[in-house]
Structure formats: structure tokens, C-alpha cells
């Protein structure tokens, strides 16, 4: 259990506190839930009036609205408090959370070899393979398998059951969610004779640092040369990133993409879930494409883009759809009206 | 092999037999493929004509078709064939298959602190943590991950590679497929000068009574409080739960479904294949999306909703999206002509 | 470290050599990319204005570009070069990968009865249940599961955190990427007074020979009888293939592909990434079905099909979707218009 007191928090976080620097919080929570041990924040306009009913006893606001909680226990102002609050989740979490002792647990394969930091934890069942490096503070979870010559950054944090490829290289202080396959074969296959015959994928996975990857998502190893992910890339579960793909740095994408193979994503991109994007295509930088939409040309200018049937009552959805099928028509008549003689 | 009597299954499972007792059966089977030896099931009032076709030694039918299985060897009466087959499956299974056998496999690691209770069976290279608990005639399957102080009710099974998160809680007589990994972070960040910056997922998974999971789905922590599944539902495979969403009770959601973070279904909901959500919605219970669909809005009053494009041969819909793309000036054109003088 | 003269590569994979046989050649790169230490191909022919600035040391193309590569160090004459590079691939990595080696690591764990060949291969943490049998030749990753009467088919290779379920097969040279789920439950419930009850399945998955099955791609168990992947076929990641699903031979499909129960799909079908298709439908031999396209009904005639909404700038597309659900207002206009005395 936490237990810290507002002047505490500002003293290691940053912010002006208002109010009692010796308030007692006991947890972080949301406005309308929280209670007078609980410590809140304010990121959202839209959620302003809150601020008249919530229990928190101390809250994270923007300066402006010093006024606002100028009575309350404690409060603290922050230009960011969005921020404030994912700084102050990481603090608490170093707190309530056991970190994984450093050492091999004695369940664990580690392959003559492989090097390991002393600082570096690898669970039980782990699998780390020869030649693999696992750097200071990374942990390997437990059931995890990190191939031959694979590299580990330092500091990252890999779940349980995830599979590094042979070969594989991963940056420093990312963090892995259970499940993610990097480095399996990419798609590759030759017609003949109404037959596919199998191209070994020779090229890898390069990952930046402070890269997140989801659970249970896939980053296939490159055909010829490597599938490239940059810096401080985050992935939600369950996305698919096919061989030689790029992905620049900062982009973020929701759950459920999919990536075909050889496209290169630019850096600063927000993709939203279960987007698609066809291969060898080009999205340059800071293009926001949004949830569900299927990208199947190159985007070569930053902005917004999106494409979605849009949802209906079921008899009505129909209807649209069979007109849609028929717009040809339809334009065939407004022609045809057009056309007519005044 | 099962070996069982007509007249056996009765006894056991209900309903009225008309025909011999004593009719041995060895097998259920779909009416095209059934022979002598299998018991089948008319569930589907369409495939009615197959009464007259089908080799089954055993038929299941509603009371209505008295008559029409009459002169048969042995036939079962009940007003809910598809029900009763659902029951005589779970009955085969149980006499077909091995149980895992009660206690924890040698080559299993359990952490000091955790709770096994004697009737729980912990298989081949599966980790239970510090203070787990996992209940009577519970299943952990092999290669199976059970973080510090999960819970794994009494009854629930759980299949090989199954990730259960630090903390994450499942109900009773629950059932999770291979590879499903509950209790990964959730997916948020803050933004920072260009850069992500990781909010911690502060919460956990709770998971109710009677619940199926189904293979590689995965099931966010949340980042405040906890993500919530109520009792009876049914996820299958690859589907994506973010943080905080909240799913009612005997909602069944189809394979490769997303939903985002904090949104809330209803009840008794019944969700398509490959359907996806936005986050912060709510819809309400009894509602019916259908595949492929995009809910990018609240769903507030009962029904049947959906919304995909219509597929069609090649050349047509790539002819139907172009004109979709210039709906506007069709509609400009109308108006022109609206506004033309008569 | 691979290292190969241009006549040894000739003599053992075929083609018509042209320039010096002793060509000394340690990779295969990309035309853009190439060395003059790699091999390249031109398999694209709008690629083929690269074939001047290449600085590839060999590069395979078709006869009909003699003349284009008459001046170069090396060059190979293929009719189909993409092929030659497919089977030059294969040629590499058996080369400079290193073959697991037989026999069964001493941490796995292999249940009594199971039957393994002297020469297969069973990694660290691997599974193998009772009555399961293992080929000549073939791999079972490490931490892979395989259940019990389960069968491994001769050279077929299984990487890590695969699951395969109890009773079921595969056929011989089968190529299965990590954490993919072979033979989960099928997705079958059956309604009982507002609550799902579970029905057992009790069939299994058969696949073919020379089947690729892709990272954490799931292949349901038949409810009653199998779920049937044809010879040949190729299945890349995140595919959701559902109970009783009939995939015919050397139809392939890219990721995120799911496929509702008991839908049969021909053979030599090409079905793009993220499509979803519904159950119990029938799709014929030869159908192409374009990326992220949502298949309703069933296809009886070969050819190519598809059907998304069009990708937009944010405002135009969001405009055409509103346009969209109106569509039977603007069909009524037209006809209001058709209707008015000339």
C-alpha cells in the first residue's frame, strides 16, 4: 500500500500545492469516484463541473482554475495534468509494485553464450538462446522466449510468453505485453504451378527505445533486410506488422491494425484500431487515420483521414447498402434528368 | 469411446423416447453425415427435409415432429433440441475426455505464499504467484501464467499459455482458451513535447461467473479501478478488451471484435465478428451489431444495428466507391435540378 | 556467414549463367539496395529501369533481358526469377541457420505413450501428451504444447508457444509461426433462458501438408467432426478460422482474417488482409477477396471481389458518409424529379 502526503508528491513531481501539504492520499482515482484519501486530476474541460461534487482530497488542476479549488484540503496546479497524472502513475506504481528481482530463476534455460547483465532478471521457464544479450535492468518474463543472438536494450521489460527471433534487436527501456510474436516470418511465397513455394525471411526486427508493444501482437521478421521500428513507437494488442514494414518515430497505433508488408509509416502518426493498410505504400509524417478505416494508397500529406460505412438501425443499413450498390444508376438518372429537355 | 443406450440418455438428460431403449449409440453427428450408430439433432426448422434422409440410429426433435419420427429406431422428444444437443455434448465430454488429474505437476512452479486448494489441478510448466489462489477443481493448464494474487475461481479451466496479470480475479466455472492474455497494461500515454510518456495501468481485470474467453483474446488492466466482465459472457477468439470497459452480463461478443477503453455494453448484447468499438461509448443491453460493423457512437435504445459496405464483383464496387466519394456533387446535382424552373 | 561463387549457385539451383562463375556472393539484397557482394532479381518489371543503377554482383532476370545484364560481373537467366529467388532463399537459410537438433531437450516434458522419431526435435519447455506422435524430421518448438493423440506430421516445424490441441493433426512440412492455437474450442453456445449454455466440441483440426499457419493465428476444433485446412495452404498471422471451417488447398490468406464457423472456402482462393467472412457460406474455387472487405453471402463464381469505403480527408469522407445514410432520401428526390410533368 502507497501512502504519501501532497507536499511529498510536489516536492518529487513538480506543481504549486494549495492547501494541506501533510493530506494523507492512499490512492490515485478517477473525479467521480474518488474519495478523500484518493489524490485526482483534471485533464478534461468537458468534466469542469465535477469539480463542484468530487470527494478527492487533492486534485491536479491547471492554474487557471486556481480559483476553483482554492478552498479544497489540497490541490495542486500543473500546466499538464494530464502529464502530472502519468508522471504520478509511474511514481506510485515503482511504489506498489514488486520489481522483479535481478538474477536467473533456477526454472530458467539460458543457453551457453548468451550474456546476461547481473542486473537483468529472466523468470521462470524463461528461454534465452545463444549469443542472445539481455542488458542492466531489462526483465525477461517469465515463459518467455528470446531467440539466438537476439538483443535486449536495457532497462526494457518484456511480460510473460513473449517470443524474441532469433536475431531480433530490441532498444532500451521498452516494455512488452504477454504474447507478442517479433520476429516470426514474414509472408512470403512464390506462385507455381498453383502451388506457393516458401521465401525464407533472412532479414530481422530492429526495435528503437522506449518502444510499447501490445499483447498478443505480431512483428514479422524482414525478407531481405529488417522490419524497422522507431523510437518511442507505442502498439496496442493484438496489431499486425508485416515484413519490412517501417513505422517512424513517436507513432501510435490502436489496437487491431494491420500493416501489410514493405509500407513505411511516418513519425508523429495516430492510427486508430482495427485500421488497415495495404503494402508498399508511403504515409508520411503526422497523418492521423481514423478507427477502422482501410488505407489502400499512399498518403503523402499529413492531416486527418478516415472511411467508414457509417453505423444504422438494421432495416435502414441495408437499404443504404443496396443503394449504394446501385449508384451507378442513380447517377444514370440524374444524367438522364439532365438531360431532358427544359 | 462412448458407448451408451438410448434409453440411458433419457434417463440422465430427459425428454420422451419414442423407439428402442436399448438402441446403442457411439457417436453424435450433423443429420447429412450421421450413420446407424449416431445420435443426431433437428435444431433448424430449414433442414427439416433431412428427416427423411438422415442414417442417424438416434434423432433429437421437437414434440411437433412426433409423427415424422415415428417409425424410427429410437428418436427424443424436447421442446429444445439445440439445448438438449448442447447438454449431450457437455455429457460425451465428460465421458470422453480425461479430467487433469487433481494437484500440481512436478515440473510447475508455485510461489511461496500462493493457494492451492487440493482439488485444483496445476499442469506441465505452469507459474502460479505469490499469493494466488486458485480454487476447487480449478485448472491451470501448461505453459499457463497466474501472477501474485490473482484468483482463479472454483471450476474454471484454463487452457495451455493462458497469461493471467498480477491481481487480475476470474469467477467460477469459467473457461479461457490457449494463449488468451488477461491483465496486460492498458494502452495509455500522455503526450510530452512530441513524445509518449507511459501511464501506468493501475488497476486489474475482474472476470465473472460462468465466463468463456476465448484463444489469444486479450483483456486490458485498467489504468484507474479495474476492467469489468460480468458473469455469463462469451468472448471468442482474438478479440480486444481495453482498459475500463465494462461488459454485462450474457453478452456474447463474435471473433476479432474491438473495443476501446472505458466503453460500457449492456446486457445480453450480442456483438458480430470483427466489429469494432470506439472508447468512452455506452450501449445499452439487448443490443445486436452485426459483423464488421463500426460503433463510433452510443447505442441507446434495443435493436439490431450495423453498417458495412456492400461487397460486390471488382470492377462494380470499385465504381460504387468513387461515386460514393462524390456523393456531394450528386447531391449539388439534384438540387440544381430541383431548383431548375419548370 | 553464407559465402557462394555464382557457378555453384547455378549448378545446384539451375538457370543459365552469364559472366564469371567464380563471382564470390554473400548476401541477397534488394535491386535499390545491393552490394557487389549480394544477388539481386527483377522480378517487377517496373522495377527494371533499376537494372542500370543496381550495384548488385549478380542479378537474376528473365531471358528476354539478356542483353540488359550482357556487361555485368554475373548475372543468372531464369523464366520466372522471383521463384529463383524463392528457391534461393531456402537454399541460404539452410545454410546459415543452424538445424535444431534431434532429440528432446532435457528440460522438456514428454507424457508416457507419446511416440517421438529418433530424429525429431523437442525444445526446452516443450509438451508433448500421451498418444501424441512426433515425424521424422520435425520440430516442436520450445515452450510449444502438444496435446495428447495429437500428431506431428514428418519435417513439419513448430515454433515457440505454439499450441496444439488434443486429437489434432498435421500433415507433413507444415510451417507454424509462434503462439499460434490449434484446436481451441469452437465458438458454440446455445441459448437457455437469457444465459449461454456451453456446447462441447468434440471434433478436431486436420490440416494438409505444406500448410504455413502464421503468429498467433487460431484454428478452432470442429463441434461435431473437423475443421479441414486443405494441402498447401497459407495462413498468415491473427486469423481467426472458426469451427468446422473447410479452407480448400493452396488458397491463402493474409493477417488479421477471420472466418466464422462452418464455412467452406475453395481451393487456390486469395483472400487480403483483415476480410471478415460469415458463417455457413460457401466460397468457390479461385476467389480473390480484396483487403478488408466483409463478405455476407455466399460466392459462387471465381473472380475477384471486394467492397470498402472509400479513404477520405476527414470532412469529406465524414460529409459522404452522412450523405450515405440519406441515400433513400436522395433516390426519392430523384424520382420526385423524374416525376414532374416535362
Known amino acids: 500500500m502507497v501512502e504519501v502526503r501532497a507536499g511529498e508528491l510536489v516536492a518529487q513531481l513538480g506543481g504549486e500545492l494549495l492547501g494541506d501539504p501533510d493530506k494523507l492520499l492512499r490512492r490515485i482515482d478517477g473525479l467521480e469516484t ?5 489524490i485526482s486530476f483534471l485533464a478534461n474541460p468537458r468534466l469542469q463541473p465535477l469539480l463542484q461534487t468530487t470527494e478527492a482530497g487533492c486534485l491536479i488542476v491547471q492554474p487557471a482554475l486556481r480559483a476553483a479549488v482554492q478552498g479544497r484540503t489540497a490541490a495542486i496546479l500543473s ?15 515503482q511504489r506498489s509494485r514488486t520489481a522483479p528481482a535481478a538474477g536467473v530463476h533456477p526454472s530458467a534455460v539460458v543457453e551457453p553464450g548468451a550474456r546476461l547483465h547481473p542486473q537483468a532478471s529472466v523468470g521462470a521457464f524463461a528461454f534465452v538462446g545463444r549469443g542472445a ?6 526483465v525477461v518474463g ?8 537476439a538483443v535486449i536494450g ?5 511480460a510473460a510468453q513473449v517470443s524474441i527471433g532469433d536475431g531480433s534487436r530490441l532498444g532500451e527501456r521498452c516494455v512488452l505485453q504477454g504474447g507478442a510474436v517479433i520476429g516470426g516470418d514474414g509472408f512470403g511465397f512464390a506462385p ?13 526486427v530492429r526495435i528503437g527505445d522506449d518502444v510499447e508493444i501490445g499483447a498478443n501482437t505480431c512483428i514479422d521478421r524482414g525478407a531481405l533486410g529488417d522490419t524497422v521500428i522507431g523510437d518511442g513507437v507505442k502498439l496496442d494488442n493484438l496489431i499486425q506488422i508485416g515484413h519490412n514494414v517501417q513505422v517512424g518515430a513517436h ?17 508523429h502518426c495516430i492510427i486508430g484500431g482495427q485500421v488497415g493498410i495495404a503494402g508498399h505504400l508511403r504515409i508520411v509524417d503526422r497523418v492521423q487515420i ?8 499512399s498518403i503523402l500529406e499529413p492531416g486527418r483521414y478516415g472511411g467508414i460505412f457509417p453505423l444504422g438501425a438494421a432495416g435502414t443499413w441495408e437499404k443504404n447498402a443496396v443503394l449504394v450498390s446501385q449508384l451507378a444508376k442513380l447517377r444514370d438518372r440524374i444524367r438522364a434528368l439532365e438531360n431532358r429537355p427544359d
Open 290 to 297: 481514423g478507427a477502422g478505416s482501410k488505407v489502400n494508397r
Open 133 to 138: 544479450v539481455v542488458g542492466a535492468g531489462a
Open 142 to 149: 517469465p515463459h518467455s522466449h528470446i531467440g539466438a543472438d
Open 154 to 158: 536495457a532497462g526494457s521489460r518484456i
Open 34 to 38: 474518488a474519495g478523500p484519501d484518493a
Open 79 to 93: 500546466d499538464d495534468p494530464y502529464l502530472y497524472y502519468a508522471r504520478l502513475s509511474r511514481w506510485w506504481a
Open 192 to 204: 507455381a504451378a498453383g502451388r506457393w513455394e516458401k521465401i525464407e525471411q533472412l532479414g530481422a
Open 251 to 267: 507513432t501510435v497505433m490502436a489496437a487491431c491494425v494491420g500493416v501489410s508488408g514493405s509500407t513505411r509509416i511516418g513519425a
